[in-house]
């Protein structure tokens, strides 16, 4: 049986390469993102990688993906889904960039990690990792 891992964000780079390593050994990449075009391209001739739209800031999207998972053997969750919306300083930011950023970077890890630990221990296994930029460990202007 083909164990399934799922990676967020994984229309571009790390979560990308992470898709495509997965798949490369031997599990079915379950691979999703907001933008389903660059997921396309990701999943071109590779037949392990599965895409799955999902935008992990709306409780919809990811109780869809776990139930479009359910009874499948997820044994991998990549959290990559994230990213940086502002390089404002403190004095000319927009708290609801602010809140956005938490929503993707934190939340939304949160939710997809919430709605996929019931698989994984219907599976009786499992691996979770949670990706993190540099900035969350190396402080840069207006960062």
Request: net charge negative; hydrophobic share 45%.
């Amino acid at each position: 049986m083909k164990q399934y891992a799922v990676v967020t964000g994984a229309s571009s780079g790390i979560g990308a390469a992470t898709a495509k390593l997965l798949a490369a050994n031997g599990f079915h990449v379950v691979a999703t993102a907001r933008r389903l075009d660059r997921l396309k391209v990701l999943a071109e001739d590779n037949e392990n990688i599965e895409i799955i739209e999902l935008d992990v800031t709306e409780q919809r999207s990811v109780d869809s993906l776990a139930a479009k998972l359910s009874g499948k053997p997820l044994a991998v969750l990549i959290n990559n889904a994230g990213g940086a919306f502002d390089a404002a300083s403190i004095a000319d930011s927009d708290p609801e960039i602010w809140a956005k950023t938490f929503d993707v970077n934190v939340t939304g890890t949160v939710r997809v990690t919430k709605a996929l630990i019931p698989l994984m221990k219907e599976f009786g296994q499992g691996h979770i990792v949670l990706m993190s930029s540099t900035a969350g460990r190396i402080p840069y202007e207006n960062g």
